[in-house]
């Protein structure tokens, strides 16, 4: 019994272009490629198929990045208020230091 074949992604769709594009027909690749028609003819068909997918996808990418943009900002946002907060640490604690080094007496 043989073994079956598997494709890559990639290379059925670069089958299918060939023949889409007319760079070889279907007895052509089939030959090349040892493959059967109706295996080709339903790569085309899936091809045919999915292609819109690719473009309706595209608005999705702007979705995706504004939603970087907004985290960008939110990061940025973010290390500005913990630089704050590390500076009012550093402050607190001096003037601890000046506190308890002057008999535990206030500025």
Known sequence: MSKRRS??????????????????DKAEI????????????RWREEFVERAPEIFATAPSRGDEQERI??????????????????ESSRCFASDNILTSLSGGKGR
Request: hydrophobic fraction near 40%.
């Open 7 to 24: 494709f890559t992604p990639e290379f059925k769709a670069r089958v299918v272009l060939e023949e889409l594009t007319g760079v070889k």
């Open 30 to 41: 089939c030959r090349e490629y040892r493959l059967r028609p109706q295996v080709l003819s």
């Open 69 to 86: 943009a907004e985290l960008e900002r939110m990061v940025g946002r973010l290390t500005i208020e913990l630089e704050v907060a590390k």
